[in-house]
């Protein structure tokens, strides 16, 4: 019997769709890419959501032209052919539902500016494909602007995200705020007994330690993996759905984090799981992240979006739009019942 004590590399909430689509696909390696990005300057504990990021830039690239499409194309790993984007989104966004067993919540919405008008191919994009809402708002008025947006965002996400969009990014030349957001809600197949939660040690490297609330399951039944390459130990616990389950990923040797980050596209990759006794110890926590993904997503190489006089967002427009901003907030956590996680990212498009 294998004893593991988790620590969170990566968390996986697996949803199958019918199946495995061009869209799915490209948000695995985009998810990577941004992983390997945020690592490099953030040393504390994060959450992103490649999911929510790429979905509402993915929207925003169908408006795109030019050289402005190619780069957001290519940080965001998508395919030539739009019809096979459309095509896998449109069949997959539907299937992000809850049942009985769980909760699921995608929704995207589009802010316009009072008397800005979209393109039509660009609407239809955004109603047929992305199911996206459609709301003229006066972004003059930017408190009350910022404050019905951010009540959207709390309402889909059953009030986990807050404050995603600041009054102070928004002016008269705001012309659309492109907002998605998602939530989720599921317990374990089998809950984490409560009396065996207790503080015990985290270690943060090899030498140091702090004292965190453990739940602990002696003797469960799980899907656990151990890759000799990577040096790492991958545990799969399932949800009541079966479906749905999230991934705890440990390094074999303490100080063995960065070297498994470096591979993190290997991460992704299918297992092949025995389902066996494990005695598992995994921290009880909580993690509330913001991120300025328009830095990230210059480091992968898009450039002209968000540059005046370059951008070409002329599928959104006839006016000169550029990407002002990027912002995600992120939401999960994990208890002895199971986990509760809620995203949101919002992509401000100005007039230059």
Same mark, same amino acid.
């Given at each position: 019997?294998?004893?593991?004590?988790?620590?969170?590399?990566?968390?996986?909430?697996?949803?199958?769709?019918?199946? +495995?689509?061009? +869209?799915?696909?490209?948000? #695995?390696?985009?998810?990577?890419?941004?992983?390997?990005?945020?690592v490099?300057?953030?040393?504390?504990?994060?959450?992103?959501?490649p999911?929510?990021?790429?979905?509402?830039?993915?929207?925003?690239? +169908?408006?795109?032209?030019?050289?402005?499409?190619?780069?957001?194309?290519?940080?965001?790993?998508?395919?030539?052919?739009?019809?096979?984007?459309?095509?896998?989104?449109?069949?997959?966004?539907?299937?992000?539902?809850?049942?009985? !067993?769980?909760?699921?919540?995608?929704?995207?919405?589009?802010?316009?500016?009072?008397?800005?008008?979209?393109?039509? /191919?660009?609407?239809?994009?955004?109603?047929?494909?992305?199911?996206?809402?459609?709301?003229?708002?006066?972004?003059?008025?930017?408190?009350?602007?910022?404050?019905?947006?951010?009540?959207?965002?709390?309402?889909?996400?059953? !009030?986990?995200?807050?404050?995603?969009?600041?009054?102070?990014?928004?002016?008269d030349?705001?012309?659309?705020?492109l907002?998605?957001?998602?939530?989720?809600?599921?317990?374990?197949?089998?809950?984490?007994?409560?009396? $065996?939660?207790r503080?015990? #040690?985290?270690?943060?490297?090899?030498?140091?330690?702090?004292?965190?609330?453990?739940?602990?399951?002696?003797?469960?039944?799980?899907?656990?993996?151990?890759? @000799?390459?990577?040096?790492?130990?991958?545990?799969?616990?399932?949800?009541?759905?079966?479906?749905?389950?999230?991934?705890?990923?440990?390094?074999? /040797?303490?100080?063995?984090?960065?070297?498994?980050e $470096?591979?993190?596209?290997?991460? +992704?990759?299918?297992?092949?799981?025995?389902?066996?006794?494990?005695?598992? @110890?995994?921290?009880?926590?909580?993690?509330?992240?913001?991120?300025?993904?328009?830095?990230?997503?210059?480091?992968?190489?898009?450039?002209?979006?968000?540059?005046d006089?370059?951008?070409?967002?002329?599928?959104?427009?006839? /006016?000169?739009? @550029?990407?002002?901003?990027?912002?995600?907030?992120?939401?999960?956590?994990?208890?002895?019942?199971?986990? /509760?996680a809620?995203?949101?990212?919002?992509?401000?498009?100005?007039?230059?």
């Open positions: 019997m294998e004893s593991i004590s988790i620590v969170v590399l990566s968390i996986l909430i697996c949803v199958f769709a019918n199946e +495995f689509n061009e +869209f799915t696909s490209s948000n #695995n390696l985009f998810a990577a890419s941004i992983y390997k990005e945020i490099k300057s953030n040393e504390k504990n994060f959450l992103v959501s999911f929510s990021a790429e979905t509402i830039l993915t929207l925003a690239q +169908f408006g795109a032209r030019g050289e402005t499409a190619r780069e957001l194309q290519t940080a965001l790993c998508l395919p030539d052919d739009h019809d096979k984007i459309e095509s896998s989104i449109k069949s997959l966004l539907p299937t992000l539902k809850g049942n009985d !067993n769980y909760s699921l919540h995608v929704a995207n919405k589009i802010y316009v500016k009072q008397g800005c008008t979209l393109k039509g /191919e660009f609407q239809r994009v955004a109603a047929d494909v992305f199911n996206a809402g459609l709301e003229n708002i006066d972004f003059s008025q930017n408190a009350a602007a910022a404050s019905k947006m951010n009540n959207w965002v709390a309402e889909q996400t059953a !009030n986990k995200i807050h404050d995603l969009i600041s009054k102070d990014s928004l002016d030349d705001t012309r659309a705020v907002i998605n957001a998602l939530y989720f809600k599921g317990n374990w197949s089998e809950q984490f007994d409560k009396r $065996g939660t503080n015990r #040690n985290f270690y943060e490297n090899e030498k140091d330690s702090i004292m965190v609330e453990t739940m602990h399951d002696p003797s469960g039944l799980y899907n656990y993996y151990e890759d @000799a390459e990577l040096k790492a130990k991958f545990l799969e616990v399932s949800l009541k759905d079966p479906s749905i389950s999230m991934t705890f990923i440990l390094p074999s /040797e303490r100080e063995g984090l960065a070297s498994l $470096g591979h993190v596209e290997k991460v +992704f990759l299918p297992r092949k799981y025995s389902y066996e006794q494990v005695n598992v @110890a995994l921290p009880r926590f909580k993690i509330e992240s913001k991120l300025n993904c328009k830095e990230i997503l210059r480091k992968l190489g898009v450039k002209k979006a968000f540059v006089g370059q951008a070409d967002f002329s599928g959104v427009s006839d /006016e000169d739009l @550029a990407i002002d901003e990027v912002i995600q907030k992120t939401f999960i956590e994990v208890s002895e019942d199971g986990v /509760e809620a995203a949101a990212t919002e992509v401000g498009m100005n007039l230059f």
